[in-house]
């Protein structure tokens, strides 16, 4: 029997987890380097969308999801007074008795990876800098240690991973004047799904029940400079409908999440030699329609599918890119345009257009 392939995982984010449980189910030795001491606790929230859900159906976590989470049938566009413009429906891609979407804290859903990937065997070294990953899947640490590996796949957002050098052409997703504040305060009773407030005359607002006492909020600043503690608790205030109770619990100690909007995709191949970019690394998406997370698991998966299949290396990677490049390119053009959109809208401004292209295309897996 030939030895069990090493993979070594930079990052412990969505794709970083997801990626160890995957490849530990299909029988891979892998160890986990993150450069924190200790798991990251944000307060934010996650849009666990119908093809994130039917992805972590695949690997067996879907219910504990559902029991942490709060489910809903989709997302609502709505005024200040709750009244819908417009609903974007979720479809039930993970089927029968689970919901089409739900919310969760996003912290929960890394925890519940996290422990089903050390279940399955995944080493974690939290606390442990990559700064190299040469092109034959050697890992060399900031204190000079080296772990050979026969597969390195780097899930670092471009620019997160500080130093780190790569075989593959270091590249800079597009940045858009525009970021999201987000936080979680106390659910409002009235919040039963994830809904998006627009206004003529103040920032868009998106509220997501993430369980039954708590709600994400995403506060849309179109701009690059933080706006003050204040700033957005008046204009949440102003706003008044089901947006003022959010005001009260925003406040000066307020713990808040900044979320600035790229977008942007490796160019050229996702891997060189023994090196391969996934999740965040390769792809960058804007928050708009949920995308993010979904995609990075979809990553492993594919990755994981094709490591049972016992490729020969070159064939792998090669497969692996087939299956999601041009997928990945196609998410991105969706829900770039829903970005740019938000900054500059033009008479084709029309987001529930843009979410009927996006749902065909991801409702069948990768």
Partial sequence: MSPALRIGIVGAGLA???MALTASSAGATVEVFDAPATAPSKATHLHVTANLLRDLNSLGLADSCVRKGFP???????????????????????????????????????????????????????????????PDATLVTQAGERHPMDLAVLTNRPGSAGTLRSALVAW?????????????????????????????????????????????????????????????????????GIVA??????????????????????????????????GPAALVLPPHFGQQAA?????????????????????????????????ARRVLEITS????????????????ALAERLVPLVARPA
């Avoid at 979407?101 to 606390?127: F, I, P, S, T, Y």
């Fill in 72 to 134: 809903y049938k989709g997302m609502v566009v709505a005024d200040v007074q709750g009244r819908a413009y417009c609903e974007l429906a979720s479809p039930r891609l993970a089927g029968e008795p689970l919901p089409p979407a739900l919310g969760m804290v996003h912290g929960d859903l890394l925890g519940l990876l996290r422990q089903a990937a050390v279940d399955r065997g995944a080493k974690l070294h939290q606390g442990t800098t990559i700064v190299d990953a040469l």
């Fill in 245 to 278: 109770p959010v005001a009260r619990h925003w406040g000066a100690t307020t713990p808040v999440t900044e979320r600035p909007v790229r977008f942007g995709m490796q160019p050229g191949p996702w891997h060189a030699q023994r090196v391969l970019r996934i």
């Fill in 172 to 240: 800079e997703p597009e940045a858009l004047p525009q970021q999201w504040c987000q936080t979680l305060v106390p659910r409002p009773l009235a919040l039963d799904r994830a809904t998006l407030v627009l206004s003529h005359e103040y920032p868009k607002v998106l509220l997501v029940p993430v369980d039954t006492r708590r709600a994400g909020v995403a506060v849309m600043w179109n701009e690059r400079s933080r706006p003050s503690t204040s700033d957005i608790r008046q204009v949440l205030a102003a706003q008044g």
């Fill in 295 to 327: 995609q990075s698991v979809e990553d492993a998966l594919v990755l994981g599918d094709l490591l049972r299949a016992r490729l020969p290396h070159d064939e792998l990677l090669h497969a692996f890119e087939a299956r999601r490049l041009d997928r």
């Fill in 337 to 352: 345009q829903a970005a740019r959109w938000n900054v500059r809208p033009d008479a084709s401004t029309d987001l529930l």
């Fill in 16 to 18: 970083g987890l997801a």
